[in-house]
C-alpha cells in the first residue's frame, strides 16, 4: 500500500516538472486518474490487426492500465514527445511499444513501426493549448486513420468544456466523423473529464 502510494506520488511529482517545464504541451496539473483511464479504455477490444494507437502517454496514467485490455504487445502503440517521460515510462512498462515522436507524424511513425491497423485512437493531447499550427498537423494525421476505419477518444475537462477553442474542436469532429458519443462525467479526477467518442469504423 505504502509503496503504491509512494509510486503515485513520484509519477504525480514526474508529472508536474513535465508540465512546469511545458505547460503548454503537457496542458493538465495532473495525470490521468484511474476512473478516467478506465472510462478512455471502455468498450476497446482491439488485437494485433486492430491495434491501439495512443498519443500522448505522458506518465503512463492510462498506459498503465492497458495489460487488462490488449491480448499481446503487437496490439498497441504509443506515441510521446518527451524523451524523459518516455525513458521513465519504458522503464516502468518495457513490453509496452512507446515511441518517443510527434503525433503530428503519427501515421508514418505507425507505418514504420510495422504493426497492425489503427483501429482505436486514444488521444490525451491537450488541443486546447497546443499552438494551432501543432493542433491542425495532428488533426491532419488524425483524419489519415479516421479515413481508414478508426475509433477516436479523447478527454475534455469540464471546467473547459463549454470554452470556444473546446466547443470548435467537437464541432470540428462532429462535421467530419459524425455524432459525438459523451461518457458520463468523470469525477474522480483532477480536474473532471468528459470522454469524447467518434468512429468511422
Ligand atoms: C495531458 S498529458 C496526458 C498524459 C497521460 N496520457 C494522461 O492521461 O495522464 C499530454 C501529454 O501529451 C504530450 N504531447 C504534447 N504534444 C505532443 C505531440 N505533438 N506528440 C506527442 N505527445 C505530445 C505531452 O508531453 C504530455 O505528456
Not at 131 to 158: D, H, N, T
Not at 163 to 171: F, G, N, S, V
Amino acid at each position: 500500500m505504502l509503496k503504491h502510494s509512494q509510486g503515485k506520488m513520484n509519477e504525480n511529482i514526474q508529472f508536474l516538472r513535465a508540465f512546469l517545464k511545458n505547460p503548454l504541451k503537457v496542458g493538465a496539473i495532473a495525470p490521468s486518474s484511474p476512473e478516467l483511464a478506465a472510462q478512455m479504455l471502455k468498450g476497446l477490444e482491439p488485437d494485433e490487426n486492430n491495434i491501439i494507437l495512443e498519443l500522448g502517454v505522458g506518465t503512463g496514467a492510462i498506459t498503465k492500465f492497458l495489460h487488462n485490455v490488449i491480448p499481446n504487445p503487437e496490439s498497441y502503440l504509443g506515441l510521446e514527445l518527451d524523451q524523459k517521460l518516455v525513458n521513465s515510462i519504458t522503464t516502468k512498462l518495457p513490453t509496452m511499444n512507446i515511441l518517443c515522436g510527434n503525433a503530428a507524424e503519427a501515421y508514418k511513425i505507425h507505418a514504420d513501426s510495422g504493426l497492425g491497423k489503427v483501429r482505436y485512437l486514444v488521444c490525451c493531447l491537450p488541443f486546447v493549448s497546443l499552438p494551432k499550427e501543432v493542433s491542425e498537423a495532428v488533426l491532419a494525421e488524425i483524419e489519415k486513420f479516421m479515413a481508414e476505419g478508426c475509433e477516436l477518444r479523447l478527454f475534455q475537462y469540464a471546467h473547459g468544456y463549454y470554452l470556444p477553442p473546446a466547443i470548435r474542436l467537437r464541432e470540428f469532429l462532429r462535421t467530419r466523423y459524425g455524432r459525438t458519443r459523451r461518457s458520463p462525467l468523470v469525477l474522480k479526477n483532477v480536474p473532471p473529464a468528459y470522454t469524447l467518442t467518434w468512429s468511422t469504423v
